[in-house]
């Protein structure tokens, strides 16, 4: 048996086996499991490993979704929200407690609520209000870390709740490390959980991370394969979700300090398992009509199935995940993108579209939404060196 | 008891800060101090953070004047500081101004201690005051 290391990306569409010297890609076959489509479609390199050197880690349907209750917007509210994003969280709505019954009830299944306000020697920061909103709402986990004197009438009154410690310090400074490694630990064992993910473990003996973790990991280093200018953002437009990975000096709002690369999984934004809510996203865009324009399409490629309705539908992806991250749309996160000197795309993206389809859509966007010629250089992670390099540099971790 | 401050608006006037603290320590307030180039809203949400019974908001170049006309409309979205001792200190106006105008624009918009261009022990010594009468009139009624 090899010494070698056989790297496994599991995504929504495709995945991707890598060992030291060869890459290959390949369509799932939703008919089957993932492990069955893997066997059939690789066994043979799978045979040549032992289950040691078999390395995966999956963004499959990956991001939990979260609804927040806090008690002020600039401390309990900004910090889990904070936390929430740079744990790989997608936030579907934060609440202001004091305002809760004006709020309207989420239909879908909450992944995790988290009720966070107060200062340890605070109490009755909640009230009826609370429970009464929390008996309408259907969720799976629901975490409280606020004052720890409200701890006994939380636990009174919400069953199942997990109570972490307070978020917010008696100087009234964030505290992140308990939050963010139950959500951490949360997004991990939802993937692990999925059925599907659960069969790989019969093919490896380690553990299987999610690819945005694994990506992250890879930033620093990001230098060792490509001239790389800093500050840069990083977009991972997939099937199903689109990850975006992005150094801190491009934020002033960021409270979270231990890494210095944040990531954001925005779960219902992609090409394939996502086309209709990007489909939906960009008939609601205002500049989309005359992004079309200028790609020379119209509005009926979106009911067409063929490699340009593809590509237009990728170059949509990157008008409005920018969007998304510009003081265009009032999100979580405004990036200073007039700062940005690269911008780095990886994901089935790269073997769809060229770099200069890709700086089109750029410049179209700099141009139109930022009113500016700024025009920072594209790279392409065509090789998917850059989830190779994090998944070595994971396993050496170990 | 519990005192939020900080100075209001784009003003580092970072010393007086320091001191404003540091007094209210000595007088045995417990002190949440929020620096300098705070916004409103950041005061009133510490306020409800930290459950405080004061917010002493201070002021050396004058940037109040702008920001004490927006207390009463941002103070309205808030349902739990009613009781709360609201006081505001430091050079309350751009250029110059007496007392007699400027006090009673600041009342109007909320505050209950108004301190323009007063010494700093004399103004901790309104707040105690004001502290003890609030504290009496509860027993009383």
Same mark, same amino acid.
């Given at each position: 048996?090899s010494q070698e290391k ?10 991707k ?23 059939h479609?690789?066994g043979q ?6 289950k040691q050197d ?6 499959a349907?990956?991001?939990l979704?979260?609804?927040?209750i806090g008690v ?6 900004k ?5 929430a994003?740079?744990?790989?969280i997608n ?5 202001l ?6 709020y309207t009830?989420?239909?879908?299944l909450i ?5 966070t306000?107060g200062i340890n020697?605070n109490k009755d920061n909640?009230?009826d209000?609370l429970?009464?909103?929390?008996e309408?709402?259907?969720?799976s986990n629901?975490v409280?870390?606020?004052s ?11 069953e199942?709740v997990v109570?972490l410690?307070?978020i917010i310090?008696d ?6 490390d308990s939050?963010?490694?139950y959500l951490?630990n949360?997004?991990?064992q939802?993937?692990?959980?999925k059925?599907?993910i ?6 490896t003996d380690?553990?299987i ?6 990506v992250?990991k ?6 060792s394969k490509y001239s790389?200018?800093?500050?840069? /953002?990083l977009?991972d437009?997939?099937g199903?979700?689109t ?5 801190k000096?491009l934020?002033?709002?960021n409270i979270v ?6 990531r954001? $999984?925005f779960?219902?934004?992609? $090409?394939y398992? =996502?086309?209709q809510?990007l489909?939906?996203?960009?008939k609601?865009?205002?500049?989309v009509?005359e992004l079309l324009m200028?790609?020379? /399409?119209?509005?009926?490629i979106f009911?067409e199935?063929?490699d ?6 990728m170059?949509l992806?990157?008008?409005l /995940?920018?969007?998304k991250i510009?003081h265009?749309k009032k999100?979580?996160?405004?990036l200073?993108?007039? =700062?940005v000197n ?7 993206i790269t073997?769809?579209l060229?770099?200069?389809e890709i700086e089109?859509i750029i410049?179209?966007?700099y141009?139109?939404i930022l009113n =500016?010629?700024h025009n ?5 992670d065509?090789?998917?060196?850059i989830?190779?390099l994090g ?5 050496t971790?170990? | 008891?519990k005192?939020?401050?900080g ?9 007086a ?9 000595a007088?045995?307030f417990?002190?949440?101090?929020l620096?300098?180039?705070t916004?409103l809203?950041e005061?009133?949400d510490a306020?409800?953070?930290?459950g405080?019974?004061?917010?002493l908001?201070s ?7 702008g920001w004490?006309?927006?207390v ?10 009613d009781?709360?001792i609201m ?5 309350l106006v ?5 007392a007699e105008?400027?006090?009673p624009r600041y009342?109007?918009y909320?505050?209950d201690i108004?301190?323009h261009q007063?010494?700093?022990?004399t103004?901790l010594?309104?707040?105690e005051a004001?502290i003890?009468?609030r504290?009496?009139?509860v027993?009383?009624?």
């Amino acid at each position: 048996m090899s010494q070698e290391k056989l790297l496994i990306d599991v995504g929504s569409t495709y995945f991707k086996v890598s060992t030291k010297n060869s890459i290959e890609q390949h369509f799932r076959d939703f008919n089957k499991s993932i492990l069955d489509d893997l066997t059939h479609k690789c066994g043979q390199k799978l045979e040549g490993f032992d289950k040691q050197d078999i390395h995966i880690c999956s963004s499959a349907n990956g991001g939990l979704s979260t609804l927040i209750i806090g008690v002020t917007n600039s401390f309990s509210l900004k910090y889990a929200t904070n936390i929430a994003f740079n744990s790989g969280i997608n936030i579907i709505d934060t609440i202001l407690f004091q305002n809760i019954e004006e709020y309207t009830i989420p239909s879908d299944l909450i992944d995790v609520v988290i009720i966070t306000g107060g200062i340890n020697s605070n109490k009755d920061n909640f009230s009826d209000e609370l429970f009464h909103y929390l008996e309408k709402l259907s969720y799976s986990n629901v975490v409280f870390v606020g004052s720890e004197l409200d701890v006994p009438t939380i636990k009174e009154n919400i069953e199942n709740v997990v109570v972490l410690p307070n978020i917010i310090d008696d100087r009234l400074h964030i505290v992140e490390d308990s939050l963010k490694n139950y959500l951490t630990n949360l997004y991990q064992q939802d993937i692990e959980g999925k059925e599907d993910i659960k069969d790989l473990y019969n093919i490896t003996d380690n553990q299987i991370f999610s690819t945005p973790y694994v990506v992250n990991k890879t930033l620093p280093f990001i230098d060792s394969k490509y001239s790389v200018v800093n500050p840069f /953002v990083l977009l991972d437009i997939g099937g199903a979700t689109t990850d975006i990975h992005y150094s801190k000096d491009l934020v002033d709002e960021n409270i979270v300090t231990e890494n210095e690369y944040d990531r954001l $999984v925005f779960k219902k934004l992609g $090409v394939y398992k =996502s086309k209709q809510s990007l489909i939906f996203a960009a008939k609601n865009n205002e500049f989309v009509y005359e992004l079309l324009m200028h790609l020379k /399409v119209t509005e009926n490629i979106f009911e067409e199935q063929s490699d340009k309705a593809t590509k237009i539908l990728m170059q949509l992806a990157i008008f409005l /995940v920018l969007c998304k991250i510009s003081h265009y749309k009032k999100a979580y996160v405004n990036l200073k993108l007039l =700062s940005v000197n690269s911008f780095v795309l990886t994901g089935g993206i790269t073997k769809v579209l060229t770099a200069e389809e890709i700086e089109n859509i750029i410049s179209f966007f700099y141009k139109k939404i930022l009113n =500016s010629e700024h025009n920072p250089a594209t790279v392409l992670d065509s090789n998917y060196d850059i989830w190779t390099l994090g998944a070595e540099g994971k396993e050496t971790c170990q | 008891m519990k005192v939020v401050t900080g100075v209001v608006g784009n003003d580092i006037h970072v010393v007086a800060n320091r001191l404003i603290d540091l007094s209210l320590q000595a007088r045995g307030f417990e002190v949440f101090n929020l620096g300098v180039n705070t916004y409103l809203e950041e005061f009133f949400d510490a306020v409800i953070e930290t459950g405080a019974d004061v917010l002493l908001i201070s002021s050396l170049n004058g940037e109040a004047e702008g920001w004490g006309r927006e207390v009463p409309l941002l103070k309205a979205k808030y349902k739990k500081l009613d009781d709360v001792i609201m006081m505001i200190g430091g050079n309350l106006v751009v250029g110059t101004g007496n007392a007699e105008d400027i006090v009673p624009r600041y009342e109007g918009y909320g505050f209950d201690i108004v301190c323009h261009q007063v010494d700093l022990n004399t103004g901790l010594d309104s707040l105690e005051a004001m502290i003890k009468e609030r504290h009496l009139e509860v027993r009383n009624n």
